[in-house]
């Protein structure tokens, strides 16, 4: 994810304004139709992204706490994913990486993924501080490392 942040934002830098609105918008108008330009590629190069590995991402649904540890409900109606199963949560919104989380039971089309101490400790103090959320937009479990995987 960091990659293609990275390799994003280099190619939006990289482009150079036109000639026609160099002279007619202010420079600070002009960094604003960037930022807003940026956040539109960004936005359709992740959602792009997601589609691609549509198979080994899940939508999360809800999350909880447990024994002092960020529990995720995750959608899998193909029951993909098995204990022990490694994945890393992401917010669609703004691309950042909410944490590691590990697959720790598995029901028909829904699992449950406990998060590691990486979970992002705002998302954390949010759920501990309003109690379960039924209700999670924008975010994204990805399977990154089966369970049985030695690397």
């Excluded at 420079?27 to 330009?37: G, K, L």
Aim: charged share 30%; hydrophobic share 45%.
């Amino acid at each position: 994810m960091s990659t293609l942040r990275l390799g994003t934002m280099e190619l939006m830098w990289s482009v150079p304004p036109s000639i026609e609105d160099e002279g007619e918008l202010p420079a600070e108008v002009r960094f604003t139709s960037m930022q807003e330009s940026f956040a539109i590629l960004k936005s359709n190069m992740f959602a792009w992204g997601l589609a691609a590995l549509s198979e080994v991402t899940f939508r999360v649904r809800r999350a909880s706490i447990d024994k002092g540890r960020l529990i995720v409900a995750l959608d899998d109606p193909d029951v993909v994913l098995q204990r022990g199963d490694q994945l890393v949560v992401l917010d669609t919104e703004d691309l950042f990486e909410m944490g590691t989380y590990e697959v720790v039971e598995v029901l028909d089309k829904e699992c449950y993924a406990a998060g590691g101490a990486d979970t992002d400790p705002l998302w954390k103090g949010t759920i501990m501080e309003n109690g379960e959320m039924n209700v999670i937009l924008h975010k994204r479990a990805m399977l990154v490392k089966r369970g049985g995987d030695d690397d």
